[in-house]
């Protein structure tokens, strides 16, 4: 299966999701063991972002980008985040 340019932004934008959340965890705005866990903020904030430009594109949010790019750009938003917690 190959992944459109717009599923490939979309995985793109979980990677530096989960970074910004790891910076976020680092300097206390994001709290580890919270309500909402650090990979919860991930999540939200794709699925936000899907919404957002679904939204502007007038389009349905669920067309917009595949299901095996949403698993990936969740799994590698995550695997920045647990890498970027650790080594930064």
Do not use: Q
Not at 43 to 72: H, N
């Amino acid at each position: 299966m190959r992944l459109s340019r717009n599923e490939l932004l979309f995985v793109a934008l979980g990677a530096v999701l989960g970074a910004v959340v790891a910076y976020g965890v680092k300097t206390g705005f994001v709290v580890r063991d919270g309500a909402f866990p650090p990979f919860v903020v991930v999540l939200l904030g794709l699925g936000l972002t899907e919404l957002l430009i679904g939204y502007a594109a007038g389009r349905s949010p669920g067309t917009l980008v595949g299901m095996p790019a949403r698993f990936l750009a969740f799994i590698l938003g995550v695997c920045v985040l647990l890498l970027g917690e650790r080594y930064v």
